[in-house]
């Protein structure tokens, strides 16, 4: 009787992963993050292994016309610490850029470990539709809008 084993990919068996265009207007900012996330993880794919890095390298355009809900743009408040006593700064949400916006709500969804840090560097984002990775060819992903 033949043993079964479980796959594990191994270095050789990872390519470098695809890269994958996503337009961003119209869509909103916490649900586009974590579509984002997921590619990036490589949780759409068969032979997801979270201790791995699967995932393709996602190019997002157009992130200056994201959409947010509620009113966070005027009450939402990011906020940042030093590490020194009295070291707290604080950002309003209409005050920031929305690359940056769109690349902390996606940071915030990947793991705070070294391979966080390595999938951080595969979400490359656009406020135009205009971008420098035309010759990685990258396939459109369409993500539906929900109904409201």
Known sequence: MKSQKSFYPKSLDLDGGKWVLVDAEGQVLGRLASVIAGIVRGKNKATYTPSADMGDNVVVINADKIKV????????????????????KSTQF?????????????????????????????????????HPHSAQDPEVLVIKKKES
Do not use: C, F, Q, W
């Open 69 to 88: 809900t509620g009113d966070k743009l005027e009450s939402k408040i990011y906020y940042r610490h030093s590490g020194y006593p009295g070291g707290i």
């Open 94 to 130: 209409k005050n920031m850029s929305s690359i940056k916006i769109l690349e902390i709500a996606v940071n915030g969804m990947l793991p705070k470990t070294k391979l966080g840090a390595k999938l951080a560097k595969k979400v490359k984002i656009y406020s135009g539709s205009d």
